[in-house]
């Protein structure tokens, strides 16, 4: 074919309903972005350019060694659609296009595809290139049963009103506006419309490519996780683990969203368990209110916050003043230092996390949820996700947030 479309792999954004940074999720031996990569380039296409943003820094050399170009949006808070533009102008440079030589060199259009669904295969642009080569003037979308999914083609001539839009609307405004001249190309993946928005995709993700079975051979139940609402807030900040405080009026209100999106998803819940802390506890009783059935609460003490010690429920400046050498050295090595007075390190948070967890699953049956603490829930996915406990920190999680996880894991 004449010139190959580029194609901008979307990597900007900070991955914030996952809570983890996607890009660098491990796929088969290597990141999902590498992974993506490695999926374009043996379709033969050369010009690949990806769109960074958040943690730009831990991205760069990567996307370099596999012989892509990394390109900075510098607005990608303000969303993806900055990152498109981003990328069109590393692409193609100057527009309005000019009749020129320069302009019979540039790609005749550009795919997109989001990092977040990293299980595009090599046949799949395979088969949107030989569309493209027939029509390279012509929106393409690659299609499963009739809907479309990833990677979307647009012709270069279209450049110049992606540009200048300035609409809220994004892709979505181009993708109505020609809706009924876009081009199908079915394919036989499903996977073109499988993405990364909860912890559970990825699982699924991971076992589909270790299977290549859509159906999997070993029956999987989803656990619910979910962080208590927010607490009534101090006069300055504190250092808080076990210590026991009650919920906010927004906490409350926090926690019932959280019942009724729950309830939602999961109507078949079987129980749910909670950390005895007040917090936890009152969290998990407003979410069962939320079911028209009755639901049991368990108490666990294991599903408790990190044990701080002395420490717990300080103000923090008060304990720099009180502890300085020791609050130095638990910054300096914030995973395994252990404060005095009863603390406990987050290797151990984590194994008595995950041993709960275990034993909550042996006693259980169908969909449970676990009403618990950041520290608790960053322990149990980093253990499932075979994360390292210094990636904890990346792990973001709201109040009243739910995470959905496979069991058995993959």
Same mark, same amino acid.
């Given at each position: 074919?004449?010139?190959?479309?580029?194609?901008?792999?979307?990597?900007?954004?900070?991955?914030?309903?996952?809570?983890?940074?996607?890009?660098?999720?491990?796929?088969?031996?290597?990141?999902?972005?590498?992974?993506?990569?490695?999926?374009?380039?043996?379709?033969?296409?050369?010009?690949?350019?990806?769109?960074?943003?958040?943690?730009?820094?831990?991205?760069?050399?990567?996307?370099?060694?596999?012989?892509?170009?990394?390109?900075?949006?510098?607005?990608?808070?303000?969303?993806?659609?900055?990152?498109?533009?981003?990328?069109?102008?590393?692409?193609?440079?100057?527009?309005?296009?000019?009749?020129?030589?320069?302009?019979?060199?540039?790609?005749?259009?550009?795919?997109?595809?989001?990092?977040?669904?990293?299980?595009?295969?090599?046949?799949?642009?395979?088969?949107?290139?030989?569309?493209?080569?027939?029509?390279?003037?012509?929106?393409?979308?690659?299609?499963?049963?009739?809907?479309?999914?990833?990677?979307?083609?647009?012709?270069?001539?279209?450049?110049?009103?992606?540009?200048?839009?300035?609409?809220?609307?994004?892709?979505?405004?181009?993708?109505?506006?020609?809706?009924?001249?876009?081009?199908?190309?079915?394919?036989?993946?499903?996977?073109?419309?499988?993405?990364?928005?909860?912890?559970?995709?990825?699982?699924?993700?991971?076992?589909?490519?270790?299977?290549?079975?859509?159906?999997?051979?070993?029956?999987?139940?989803? *656990?619910? @996780?979910?962080? &208590? +609402?927010?607490?009534?807030?101090?006069?300055?900040?504190? !250092? $808080?683990?076990?210590?026991?405080? #009650?919920?906010?009026?927004?906490?409350?209100?926090?926690?019932?969203?959280?019942?009724?999106?729950?309830?939602?998803?999961?109507?078949?819940?079987?129980?749910?368990?909670?950390?005895?802390?007040?917090?936890?506890?009152?969290?998990?009783?407003?979410?069962?209110?939320?079911?028209?059935?009755?639901?049991?609460?368990?108490?666990?003490?294991?599903?408790?916050?990190?044990?701080?010690?002395?420490?717990?429920?300080?103000?923090?400046?008060?304990?720099?003043?009180?502890?300085?050498?020791?609050?130095?050295?638990?910054?300096?090595?914030?995973?395994?230092?252990?404060?005095?007075?009863?603390?406990?390190?987050?290797?151990?948070?984590?194994?008595?996390?995950?041993?709960?967890?275990?034993?909550?699953?042996?006693?259980?049956?169908?969909? *449970?949820? @676990?009403?618990? &603490? +950041?520290?608790?829930?960053?322990?149990?996915?980093?253990? !499932? $996700?075979?994360?390292?406990?210094? #990636?904890?920190?990346?792990?973001?999680?709201?109040?009243?947030?739910?995470?959905?996880?496979?069991?058995?894991?993959?």
């Amino acid at each position: 074919m004449g010139n190959k479309p580029a194609v901008l792999i979307l990597s900007a954004g900070f991955s914030s309903r996952m809570g983890i940074f996607k890009p660098l999720l491990p796929f088969l031996g290597q990141s999902a972005l590498e992974y993506v990569i490695d999926q374009v380039k043996q379709a033969g296409i050369e010009r690949i350019f990806v769109v960074v943003g958040h943690k730009k820094e831990k991205l760069e050399a990567l996307i370099l060694g596999k012989g892509a170009k990394p390109c900075f949006n510098e607005q990608y808070s303000e969303g993806m659609f900055t990152s498109v533009k981003r990328g069109i102008k590393e692409a193609f440079g100057d527009v309005p296009f000019l009749e020129s030589e320069e302009e019979v060199k540039l790609p005749c259009g550009f795919l997109l595809h989001p990092v977040d669904c990293p299980l595009i295969p090599t046949s799949v642009y395979e088969a949107l290139l030989k569309q493209i080569e027939y029509n390279p003037e012509q929106i393409a979308v690659a299609s499963y049963n009739g809907k479309n999914g990833h990677p979307l083609y647009i012709p270069k001539r279209l450049i110049p009103d992606i540009l200048s839009y300035s609409g809220e609307e994004g892709m979505k405004y181009f993708t109505k506006k020609y809706a009924d001249s876009i081009v199908k190309v079915e394919v036989e993946n499903q996977e073109i419309l499988w993405d990364m928005d909860e912890i559970f995709d990825y699982q699924r993700m991971c076992l589909y490519l270790k299977s290549k079975n859509k159906e999997n051979e070993i029956a999987r139940r989803k *656990i619910y @996780l979910i962080r &208590h +609402g927010e607490i009534l807030q101090h006069e300055a900040p504190i !250092l $808080l683990g076990q210590t026991d405080v #009650e919920l906010s009026e927004k906490g409350r209100e926090q926690a019932e969203e959280s019942g009724k999106a729950l309830a939602e998803m999961a109507p078949s819940l079987t129980a749910v368990y909670s950390s005895d802390l007040k917090r936890a506890r009152d969290t998990a009783q407003i979410v069962i209110k939320q079911y028209e059935k009755n639901l049991s609460l368990t108490e666990k003490k294991d599903l408790r916050e990190l044990a701080l010690g002395d420490w717990d429920g300080k103000l923090v400046e008060e304990i720099r003043e009180m502890y300085g050498e020791e609050f130095e050295k638990r910054g300096e090595d914030l995973l395994r230092y252990k404060i005095s007075g009863g603390g406990e390190n987050f290797f151990e948070l984590q194994e008595r996390a995950v041993r709960c967890l275990e034993t909550i699953i042996k006693e259980t049956e169908g969909e *449970i949820a @676990l009403v618990t &603490h +950041g520290g608790v829930i960053r322990t149990i996915i980093a253990d !499932l $996700l075979h994360l390292s406990l210094a #990636e904890l920190v990346d792990i973001k999680i709201k109040n009243g947030q739910i995470l959905t996880i496979l069991w058995p894991p993959c």
